[in-house]
């Protein structure tokens, strides 16, 4: 009965690992820049359900202030490789700071929408917007008319009423943005890894050496005794024909355990 | 006398045999030492690379509002490409220094642009942001354990006698991420 209970518990632990790592899977319009705003991201979140639901295929959308020099292409298919099904996603990647963008696709999706349509799309919806930094007019409008295309060549049909209805007056700036005018508040914190190219990880220092390594303290005891053996074997009283209590190198060893601590061959 | 001599090549022998070991048990512990003084250099490399990403951040905006010859940029971008290179540890320490100088300036310079001031994000990132990142990245970079870490490797092995025998044995003392003394000016 106890063994039950405990495999019961045990499965549960593992479904709610499961679905929490699902759920975060789920997040796939991520605002790292801060510069969208809060209607647009909901909307958005729920535009990308239901394209997958209907289509298969998965909207990413990625927000960084800076790349620290990356190229913007190779970077975008970078996160597209590390989401949870690349073949079928499809990414965009909006660079603030730089104002840059690239969209990239997995096999999957570009056998939907190939690179001329994508790159269309690009154009028509996404670039004006996106450089006159109405970043909420410009993401919704791309993701609308990609879940279109993207329904339309799968033969399915995604009911957008009521996404996007009210989009933000255009913002010229990311959220966390002051006033242009007197005294700048400082900002305490902010995603350093959002103008990096490179996202920072902890860092392991060795700070101590592993056991397996033998810390260097001159001449080991083993050392010692041999030694001394040595010598009482070279230098030692002849015994032969004597009895002996045998315990002639012990003179010999304590002597060369002197001698190392004077001379500071052992530490 | 044959007894003598004998009693002679022993301790000469055993004396050799004593350095042999001594030596082979300093070399291969100050050259573990320096290996590991070694891994940490990985991570100083990775906090130079984040500097190089901040200061390419702040050039991507310099370029957006300041002429292209720009005698500031000009500097900052090849303090930036030396952080990159292969140069010897001091002259990247130095060309680090400059940068932290010169990106300021540069940094301060664009603050007063008035296209910078008339651009609510750009005033951002060159008021608040840029300089809140250069600021990080030079204080991980002077945190790096790797100058703590080769000065106390440097320190120790100069000061035991298993050391003496490593150094002549062929382990070098390891290079500190700090810049050249400025040679003495004589009046």
């Given at each position: 009965m106890k063994n039950r209970m405990f495999l019961c518990v045990c499965l549960l632990m593992a479904f709610v690992i499961l679905g929490s790592a699902n759920a975060q899977e789920v997040?796939?319009?991520?605002d790292s820049a801060g510069v969208l705003g809060a209607a647009t991201l909901k909307d958005a979140r729920a535009l990308v359900s239901l394209v997958e639901e209907s289509t298969d295929i998965t909207l990413a959308v990625e927000t960084r202030h800076?790349?620290?020099?990356?190229e913007v292409s190779a970077y975008a298919q970078r996160l597209l490789e590390e989401t949870s099904d690349p073949s079928n996603t499809m990414l965009l990647l909006m660079v603030i700071g730089e104002e840059d963008y690239a969209l990239a696709a997995g096999s999957g999706a570009a056998k939907l929408l190939n690179p001329a349509a994508r790159e269309t799309l690009l154009s028509t919806q996404f670039r004006s917007p996106f450089l006159a930094r109405d970043y909420d007019r410009a993401l919704s409008a791309f993701l609308s008319r990609t879940a279109d295309q993207l329904a339309a060549a799968t033969g399915k049909s995604i009911?957008?009423?009521?996404?996007?209805g009210q989009v933000k007056a255009p913002t010229p700036a990311p959220t966390s943005a002051p006033q242009s005018t007197g005294p700048y508040k400082r900002v305490s914190i902010f995603d350093f890894n959002s103008i990096l190219g490179e996202q920072l990880k902890p860092t392991s220092i060795p700070q101590t050496q592993p056991e397996n390594q033998r810390e260097d303290k001159g001449l080991s005891l083993g050392s010692i005794v041999l030694i001394g053996i040595v010598l009482s074997m070279f230098?030692?009283?002849?015994n032969s024909g004597r009895g002996g209590c045998?315990?002639?190198p012990l003179g010999w060893i304590a002597g060369v355990f002197g001698a190392s601590k004077i001379f500071g061959w052992r530490r | 006398m044959h007894k003598k001599s004998t009693a002679l090549l022993a301790f000469v022998l055993m004396t050799a045999l004593v350095l042999a070991a001594l030596s082979w048990g300093g070399y291969k512990h100050w050259s573990t030492q320096r290996k590991q003084v070694d891994q940490t250099l990985g991570t100083l490399s990775d906090m130079l690379t984040t500097r190089r990403e901040v200061i390419t951040n702040i050039l991507t905006v310099a370029a957006r509002h300041l002429p292209k010859d720009d005698a500031l940029i000009a500097v900052v971008e090849k303090d930036k490409n030396l952080l990159a290179g292969t140069q010897s540890l001091p002259l990247k320490a130095a060309a680090n220094e400059r940068l932290s100088q010169n990106a300021q300036a540069l940094l301060a310079a664009l603050a007063k642009t008035p296209s910078v001031v008339s651009d609510v994000r750009d005033s951002m990132y060159v008021n608040q942001m840029l300089p809140q990142a250069l600021e990080q990245s030079a204080s991980m970079v002077q945190e790096a354990a790797y100058n703590a870490q080769a000065e106390s490797f440097n320190r120790q092995i100069g000061e035991s006698f298993s050391g003496s025998l490593a150094r002549f044995l062929g382990v070098r003392p390891a290079q500190q991420f700090l810049p050249d003394p400025l040679p003495e000016v004589k009046p």
């Open positions: 997040l796939v319009v991520r800076f790349l620290g020099g990356a009911d957008q009423e009521g996404l996007f230098f030692g009283k002849k045998g315990c002639g | -």
